[in-house]
């Protein structure tokens, strides 16, 4: 989610016509020129996508997909005893922010579950977590967009006298975002002073400070002096809007998902709090405002069209509607994950919220349930896919509730990049997919909870994942092996 950044400014007339929409909700609402390009390029998206589906689907490409897909399943189990400790150290730190009378403002947080851990498409890993700490604005905001719609400057609406008066800059009104993640340090640093993880032999860190991460991130380690991170948190600080003040102007039509789940649900998806989260914008000499910029988040909303993402409402409730969709973007995670760790050099820009962007434009297009039947897995995970591709190839990949943010904008994710990306895509394809398969973490290796059936994945697919090339060297073996057998048979024919 790091890098679910800003573009393309969005112009007065465009926000002005997006201000009209709203008003007139009875007459079908005008579209700006951003919309009609989403809207012709959903269109080709979804003619390609049918006949994408009817494309056949090797057995072999066939059942690894859905090898690995049964592997992911797996490894939900592995987390139990993560679980536990990072739900420990989250419960007290919420008691200690609670009574520590030296910073009220932080006396009525709360979190707000968020992040794949509980939208439970965490891939391989167990050991990553995010959570967000919801911090009430007492009052009214005045929220200056800043870029296409992401990063915006906060202020106060009128002066105030309760507790969030500490965090704002010496004009009297703009909140600081700086000052709130020190603080959100200070505070963390000062609980872990006292606090015991509950599996004696293992301790909380506090990492260093970057620059442009808007979290708080810990690490779980053995009492050893030079111990492996096991477990990875990323504490992140959310200031809540009230609902009634509404979403800011460059986001306030809510996301395209009127086919998929419907008008209503967009309705209701516009009518929830939003939150920013104090990141500051990237480039080099920025204004002192710009240093104190905050970006929106909509991470509480992912988790809602991801958790409830049917086109009839019944999809995933019983046993016998389950689609493929969750385990659709699971795989492309992981395939991301794979593909990262294979080239973190050339792919450093990619991160996993590319995917998940990709992943809700998709089920927005093919909003169809019987579109994502379960059996149809492969193909369409394969699908899911080609769209990832098509999105890299013409540069253009529209943040889902920021439209006008490009998140393949040259200034975000570089033309060299991109064209990587694309010729990366492309050879996995080829091969069969070779980096689905990943390597496992410290912690599937330490497998403190004495879980057998963790160890037994653990096993398997360290065997096969201990060097990825294995795979493609295997593969190619295979067709050198079947193309020799093809020859002898024709020499004795
Ligand atoms: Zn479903």
């Given at each position: 989610m790091d890098r679910e950044d800003r573009d393309v400014k969005c112009s007065l007339a465009e926000a002005k016509q997006r201000k009209d929409d709203t008003r007139e909700k009875s007459s079908p609402p005008q579209l700006t020129p951003a919309r009609q390009r989403q809207k012709t390029q959903q269109k080709q998206a979804s003619e390609e996508g049918s006949k994408v589906v009817e494309e056949s689907v090797s057995p072999e490409l066939t059942s690894w997909i859905k090898l690995n897909a049964k592997d992911l399943k797996i490894r939900l189990t592995d987390r139990r005893w993560a679980a536990e400790v990072v739900n420990d150290f989250r419960d007290n730190l919420l008691k200690f922010l609670r009574c520590n009378s030296d910073q009220p403002f932080f006396q009525s947080a709360d979190f707000l579950n968020s992040g794949s851990y509980f939208e439970k498409v965490k891939i391989h890993s167990p050991d990553e977590f995010d959570m967000m700490l919801k911090l009430q604005a007492p009052t009214r905001l005045n929220m200056t967009e800043l870029d296409g719609g992401l990063f915006y400057r906060i202020d106060l609406a009128r002066p105030t006298q309760s507790p969030i008066r500490a965090f704002v800059l010496e004009n009297g009104c703009t909140l600081s975002s700086n000052k709130i993640l020190s603080e959100m340090y200070r505070l963390v640093r000062k609980f872990l002073k006292t606090y015991k993880v509950p599996d004696e032999g293992f301790r909380w860190e506090v990492n260093r400070k970057r620059l442009h991460s808007p979290a708080v991130t810990l690490?779980?380690?053995?009492n050893e002096i030079c111990s492996d991170e096991l477990i990875s948190v990323d504490l992140v600080p959310a200031l809540e809007v009230?609902?009634?003040?509404?979403?800011?102007?460059?986001?306030?039509?809510?996301p395209?998902?009127?086919?998929?789940?419907?008008?209503?649900?967009?309705?209701?998806?516009?009518?929830?709090?939003?939150?920013?989260v104090p990141k500051r914008l990237k480039g080099?000499?920025?204004?002192?405002?710009?240093?104190?910029?905050?970006?929106?988040?909509?991470?509480?909303?992912?988790?809602?069209?991801?958790?409830?993402?049917?086109?009839?409402?019944?999809?995933?409730e019983s046993n016998a509607t389950k689609c493929c969709r969750k385990q659709c973007l699971m795989l492309l995670k992981s395939l991301i994950e794979g593909l990262k760790q294979r080239f973190p050099k050339e792919l450093d820009h990619l991160c996993s919220y590319h995917g998940k962007t990709v992943f809700l434009h998709t089920l927005s297009i093919r909003f169809d349930d019987s579109m994502w039947a379960r059996q149809q897995l492969p193909a369409c995970f394969l699908h899911l896919l080609r769209a990832m591709e098509s999105h890299a190839r013409t540069g253009l990949l529209r943040h889902f509730f920021a439209p006008n943010c490009n998140l393949f904008s040259p200034a975000l994710?570089?033309?060299?990049?991109?064209?990587?990306?694309?010729?990366?895509?492309?050879e996995q394809r080829r091969e069969g997919l070779p980096l689905l398969r990943h390597p496992v973490s410290p912690l599937r290796l330490m497998s403190p909870s004495g879980d057998t059936s963790s160890e037994i994945s653990t096993d398997k697919?360290?065997?096969?994942?201990?060097?990825?090339?294995?795979?493609?060297?295997?593969?190619?073996?295979?067709?050198l092996l079947f193309a020799v057998a093809v020859v002898c048979v024709l020499l004795y024919m």
């Amino acid at each position: 989610m790091d890098r679910e950044d800003r573009d393309v400014k969005c112009s007065l007339a465009e926000a002005k016509q997006r201000k009209d929409d709203t008003r007139e909700k009875s007459s079908p609402p005008q579209l700006t020129p951003a919309r009609q390009r989403q809207k012709t390029q959903q269109k080709q998206a979804s003619e390609e996508g049918s006949k994408v589906v009817e494309e056949s689907v090797s057995p072999e490409l066939t059942s690894w997909i859905k090898l690995n897909a049964k592997d992911l399943k797996i490894r939900l189990t592995d987390r139990r005893w993560a679980a536990e400790v990072v739900n420990d150290f989250r419960d007290n730190l919420l008691k200690f922010l609670r009574c520590n009378s030296d910073q009220p403002f932080f006396q009525s947080a709360d979190f707000l579950n968020s992040g794949s851990y509980f939208e439970k498409v965490k891939i391989h890993s167990p050991d990553e977590f995010d959570m967000m700490l919801k911090l009430q604005a007492p009052t009214r905001l005045n929220m200056t967009e800043l870029d296409g719609g992401l990063f915006y400057r906060i202020d106060l609406a009128r002066p105030t006298q309760s507790p969030i008066r500490a965090f704002v800059l010496e004009n009297g009104c703009t909140l600081s975002s700086n000052k709130i993640l020190s603080e959100m340090y200070r505070l963390v640093r000062k609980f872990l002073k006292t606090y015991k993880v509950p599996d004696e032999g293992f301790r909380w860190e506090v990492n260093r400070k970057r620059l442009h991460s808007p979290a708080v991130t810990l690490s779980l380690c053995r009492n050893e002096i030079c111990s492996d991170e096991l477990i990875s948190v990323d504490l992140v600080p959310a200031l809540e809007v009230h609902s009634s003040q509404g979403w800011p102007l460059a986001v306030r039509n809510g996301p395209d998902v009127d086919n998929w789940l419907g008008k209503k649900v967009r309705q209701e998806i516009r009518s929830l709090p939003c939150f920013f989260v104090p990141k500051r914008l990237k480039g080099r000499s920025l204004s002192e405002e710009a240093k104190e910029s905050w970006r929106i988040s909509f991470s509480h909303v992912e988790k809602k069209l991801i958790r409830s993402h049917g086109n009839k409402k019944t999809c995933c409730e019983s046993n016998a509607t389950k689609c493929c969709r969750k385990q659709c973007l699971m795989l492309l995670k992981s395939l991301i994950e794979g593909l990262k760790q294979r080239f973190p050099k050339e792919l450093d820009h990619l991160c996993s919220y590319h995917g998940k962007t990709v992943f809700l434009h998709t089920l927005s297009i093919r909003f169809d349930d019987s579109m994502w039947a379960r059996q149809q897995l492969p193909a369409c995970f394969l699908h899911l896919l080609r769209a990832m591709e098509s999105h890299a190839r013409t540069g253009l990949l529209r943040h889902f509730f920021a439209p006008n943010c490009n998140l393949f904008s040259p200034a975000l994710f570089p033309r060299r990049a991109l064209a990587f990306l694309v010729s990366a895509l492309e050879e996995q394809r080829r091969e069969g997919l070779p980096l689905l398969r990943h390597p496992v973490s410290p912690l599937r290796l330490m497998s403190p909870s004495g879980d057998t059936s963790s160890e037994i994945s653990t096993d398997k697919s360290s065997m096969l994942t201990t060097v990825p090339s294995l795979d493609t060297a295997f593969m190619y073996t295979l067709v050198l092996l079947f193309a020799v057998a093809v020859v002898c048979v024709l020499l004795y024919m």
